[in-house]
């Protein structure tokens, strides 16, 4: 038998499902049962009736999952540290502090971050539902964490006012404007599709900025054949499958956390049940409270 027979049965056996983020490596979102972006899988593990959920991504997203559903195992088969950036960047005592000097701010946190962050937050959210967080949620000022970038992105769309938290994504925040400009010289004045953890100076010079669903969504149904991307790599799997006839041109934009889910570990950890998330149970039942309003006030 081989290693993708031997993955079906196993999923099969013991009722998994196997979740992978758009920045896996392409062996992993080909094996995977659903590929999407943060706010995407959130949304099926917490919906799906699987016993097992094997995440393929960082460390919060299998976390997210397990506060979601903390009656399913969730797997997480990583070689050593996956984490964001982002989960050490705010803390909870950073965080409080800031709600001390803006006491009647709401905070909202990237999903992009601790799960002992989202149990002293009032609502998660991802960058493709962020802005419709800010408007729905019932506080005229915002405390945003840990996210600057994303941060300064919404308040350039809501009048509410926005105090953004000094945090940053290290692949999207180190792209400049000359990474850019090479991208052009060498390909021509082409679109430019630009993830809203970019800094501003790329933002203003993109095209379209959106989430990793919505950069997927723009390119696919753009009529050009050729796009410059300023995400993380891994999304060009996916946009090769859907558009093979386009070609698509990155700054170097490598997440290498992402990158530490293997087809061999995921075996690995179905066949034992190991790499397991074990939580907290009073951080699994406060850090679900944001969780929640992510979904509520995103509509989801
Ligand atoms: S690309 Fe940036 S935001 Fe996304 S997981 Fe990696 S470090 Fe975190």
């Given at each position: 038998?081989?290693?993708?027979?031997?993955?079906?049965?196993?999923?099969?056996?013991?009722?998994?499902?196997?979740?992978?983020?758009?920045?896996?490596?392409?062996?992993?979102?080909?094996?995977?049962?659903?590929?999407g972006d943060s706010y995407y899988l959130s949304e099926v593990g917490r919906d799906s009736d699987a016993d097992i959920i094997v995440y393929?991504?960082?460390?919060?997203?299998?976390?997210?999952?397990?506060?979601?559903?903390?009656?399913?195992?969730?797997?997480?088969?990583?070689?050593?540290?996956?984490?964001?950036?982002?989960?050490?960047?705010?803390?909870?005592?950073?965080?409080?502090?800031?709600?001390?000097?803006?006491?009647?701010?709401?905070?909202?946190?990237?999903?992009?971050?601790?799960?002992?962050?989202?149990?002293?937050?009032?609502?998660?959210?991802?960058?493709?539902?962020?802005?419709?967080?800010?408007?729905?949620?019932?506080?005229?000022?915002?405390?945003?964490?840990?996210?600057?970038?994303?941060?300064?992105?919404?308040?350039?769309q809501t009048d509410k006012k926005i105090i953004p938290f000094d945090g940053q994504c290290n692949v999207h925040h180190k792209v400049t404007?000359?990474?850019?400009?090479?991208?052009?010289?060498?390909?021509?004045?082409?679109?430019?599709?630009?993830?809203?953890?970019?800094?501003?100076?790329?933002?203003?010079?993109?095209?379209?900025v959106g989430s990793t669903a919505g950069i997927l969504n723009y390119a696919k149904t753009s009529p050009n054949k050729e796009l410059i991307?300023?995400?993380?790599?891994?999304?060009?799997?996916?946009?090769?499958?859907?558009?093979?006839?386009?070609?698509?041109?990155?700054?170097?934009?490598?997440?290498?956390?992402?990158?530490?889910?293997?087809?061999?570990?995921?075996?690995?950890?179905?066949?034992?049940?190991?790499?397991?998330?074990?939580?907290?149970?009073?951080?699994?039942?406060?850090?679900?409270?944001?969780?929640?309003?992510?979904?509520?006030?995103?509509?989801?």
């Amino acid at each position: 038998m081989n290693q993708l027979e031997k993955l079906k049965k196993l999923k099969k056996e013991k009722n998994a499902i196997i979740l992978a983020h758009y920045y896996q490596n392409a062996d992993v979102q080909d094996v995977a049962d659903y590929v999407g972006d943060s706010y995407y899988l959130s949304e099926v593990g917490r919906d799906s009736d699987a016993d097992i959920i094997v995440y393929c991504g960082v460390k919060f997203m299998a976390e997210s999952a397990k506060i979601l559903s903390p009656k399913k195992k969730v797997l997480f088969p990583v070689h050593g540290d996956a984490t964001c950036c982002m989960e050490h960047q705010a803390t909870p005592g950073l965080v409080l502090e800031m709600k001390k000097n803006h006491p009647n701010a709401k905070v909202i946190t990237y999903i992009n971050s601790s799960s002992e962050v989202k149990a002293v937050s009032d609502a998660c959210c991802t960058s493709s539902s962020a802005l419709k967080i800010v408007e729905n949620i019932d506080a005229a000022e915002i405390i945003f964490v840990p996210d600057q970038n994303l941060a300064s992105y919404v308040a350039e769309q809501t009048d509410k006012k926005i105090i953004p938290f000094d945090g940053q994504c290290n692949v999207h925040h180190k792209v400049t404007l000359e990474n850019i400009k090479k991208l052009i010289e060498e390909h021509g004045d082409i679109e430019i599709l630009a993830h809203p953890e970019c800094q501003k100076e790329i933002r203003d010079v993109s095209t379209y900025v959106g989430s990793t669903a919505g950069i997927l969504n723009y390119a696919k149904t753009s009529p050009n054949k050729e796009l410059i991307v300023v995400t993380e790599k891994g999304i060009h799997h996916q946009l090769k499958k859907d558009s093979p006839e386009k070609s698509f041109y990155f700054p170097y934009m490598v997440c290498s956390p992402m990158k530490r889910v293997f087809i061999e570990s995921i075996i690995d950890a179905l066949e034992d049940e190991k790499c397991e998330v074990i939580m907290d149970e009073e951080l699994i039942k406060k850090a679900k409270v944001s969780l929640l309003n992510m979904h509520k006030y995103a509509g989801g």
